[in-house]
């Protein structure tokens, strides 16, 4: 019993980084990070190399699936993978109907997100503060960067899913967003909502690619600089808030063959600069509450995430 509750809180977990990677500006790698599985998750992805094949070969799948940790994987990306399929839909529908609200509850969780790791810092000497400026900045870059033309072409669907998976995995830099820039978001979506499984398999082929070299270089960051990680991983988080501010003015507006719209550039408002400038109703309370909303489910993430440990 105490085991099948670790599982499912495992693929609740996964559920949460599924639709947390489903939205642009958010990373599945916070949720990763503040539910005290990120490490194990990179570690247990690193364990996947020639060693454990070998152990396949000689000692069969038993042996090899406990030196990767598959029960842990499985259980995760699971919930990863069913949460994409489920929320994809949904969370397009609400960026489009509700993105105020949408947007207020991804700021309250990042807000309690950087508090919670940054508090993870067991000392800031000047190299901390040196990487948590160039994460911020490096964050800020990626946000302010203007979109590309997507395209259906195999060779950068494969690409997409290469790169989109290392931001998925760095707490702050969202995948999605990734997407975005690259102009394959509205592509990957459609692709899934549509069911068009060759895009599909394409991207998850370059996304095992990404993920399988991208785990190892970061893990052995945590190894061997762990405090100047940690504060690179909040400064990436710190700049990601500029993506997700509710209340903003669309300066520019791209609209492709398909009429689907990606913004270009916009100017962050105050809730009643944006309802003079736009004419619209900034939902000012509703917003207030929905942030309190990320703030709660992050404490209650890390909450479970050390009761976690505890028991471990």
């Known amino acids: 019993m105490v085991l099948f509750k670790r599982w499912l809180l495992l693929f609740l977990?996964?559920?949460?980084?599924?639709?947390?990677?489903?939205?642009?500006?958010?990373?599945?790698?916070?949720?990763?990070?503040i539910s005290g599985i990120y490490e194990d998750l990179l570690n247990s992805i690193?364990?996947?190399?020639?060693?454990?094949?070998?152990?396949?070969?000689?000692?069969g799948p038993t042996a090899f699936w406990r030196a990767i940790n598959g029960n842990f994987l499985l259980a995760l990306f699971s919930g990863i993978l069913l949460s994409i399929a489920s929320f994809a839909s949904?969370?397009?529908?609400?960026?489009e109907s509700q993105p105020i609200l949408v947007w207020s509850f991804f700021f309250g969780l990042i807000v309690a997100s950087?508090?919670?790791?940054?508090?993870?810092?067991?000392?800031?000497?000047?190299?901390?503060?040196?990487?948590?400026?160039?994460?911020t900045l490096m964050a800020l870059?990626?946000?302010?960067?203007?979109?590309?033309?997507?395209?259906?072409?195999?060779?950068?669907?494969?690409?997409?899913?290469?790169?989109?998976?290392?931001?998925?995995?760095?707490?702050?830099v969202s995948g999605s967003f990734i997407l975005l820039l690259l102009g394959m978001?509205?592509?990957?979506?459609?692709?899934i909502s549509g069911f068009h499984w060759q895009i599909i398999l394409v991207f998850m082929l370059g996304c095992v690619t990404g993920l399988m070299a991208f785990a190892r270089f970061l893990s052995w960051l945590l190894r061997h600089y762990h405090s100047c990680t940690i504060a690179l991983l909040t400064g990436f988080l710190l700049g990601s808030l500029y993506v997700v501010w509710p209340w903003r003015e669309t300066l520019e507006v791209l609209i492709d063959s398909?009429?689907?719209?990606?913004?270009?550039?916009?100017?962050?408002l105050l809730p009643a600069e944006f309802a003079r400038v736009t004419g619209l109703d900034p939902k000012t309370l509703m917003a207030t509450l929905w942030m309190v909303a990320g703030l709660l489910l992050v404490l209650g993430l890390e909450y479970l995430?050390?009761?976690q440990r505890k028991k471990l």
């Open 46 to 59: 690193r364990s996947i190399n020639l060693h454990s094949l070998k152990l396949l070969k000689n000692e």
């Open 90 to 95: 949904l969370v397009s529908h609400l960026l």
């Open 185 to 191: 978001y509205p592509i990957m979506i459609d692709a």
């Open 13 to 33: 977990k996964g559920m949460a980084m599924g639709a947390a990677d489903v939205v642009p500006g958010v990373s599945g790698g916070t949720i990763a990070f």
């Open 305 to 307: 995430g050390g009761q």
């Open 114 to 135: 950087i508090i919670y790791i940054f508090r993870q810092l067991p000392r800031l000497r000047w190299p901390e503060w040196t990487f948590l400026w160039v994460g």
């Open 141 to 172: 870059g990626v946000s302010l960067a203007p979109p590309v033309q997507g395209s259906t072409d195999w060779l950068m669907v494969f690409m997409a899913g290469t790169i989109a998976i290392c931001a998925m995995i760095l707490p702050g």
């Open 258 to 268: 398909r009429g689907r719209e990606t913004i270009l550039s916009s100017r962050l």
